[in-house]
Nanobody
Framework: QVQLVESGGDLVPAGGSPRLSCAAS????????MGWYRQAPGKQRELVAT???????NYADSVKGRFTISRDNAKNTVYLQMNSLKPEDTAVYYC?????????????WGQGTQVTVSS
């Protein structure tokens, strides 16, 4: 069984800089892409940032220059450093990982962590 567990969400003031972490555990042979997505109340889940096993990154335009995604392959962990937070960044943040299972990569999701930005 594979689990992704996020941590680091909280109530933070505008301009704050929290860091989210997501650790994958279980029977893991390899993880290709890992990423962060978010869902605000009444809105669809959207991409925040992704990172490949080789370190190539992709960001949503709304977070470019403010958020940084990174990963520790030895720990099967992905991070999201969030800087200059805005109230519109308030959302539940979900971790995603594409994990090698049964000869293919399967997408797994964490349970989500709430980030609330106060103005």
């Amino acid at each position: 069984q594979v689990q992704l567990v996020e941590s680091g969400g909280d109530l933070v003031p505008a301009g704050g800089s929290p860091r989210l972490s997501c650790a994958a555990s279980g029977s893991i042979f390899s993880i290709s892409e890992m990423g962060w997505y978010r869902q605000a109340p009444g809105k669809q889940r959207e991409l925040v940032a992704t990172i490949t096993s080789g370190g190539s990154t992709n960001y949503a335009d709304s977070v470019k220059g403010r958020f940084t995604i990174s990963r520790d392959n030895a720990k099967n962990t992905v991070y999201l450093q969030m800087n200059s937070l805005k109230p519109e960044d308030t959302a539940v943040y979900y971790c995603n990982g594409r994990i090698y299972r049964s000869a293919t990569y399967v997408s797994y999701w964490g349970q989500g962590t709430q980030v609330t930005v106060s103005s």
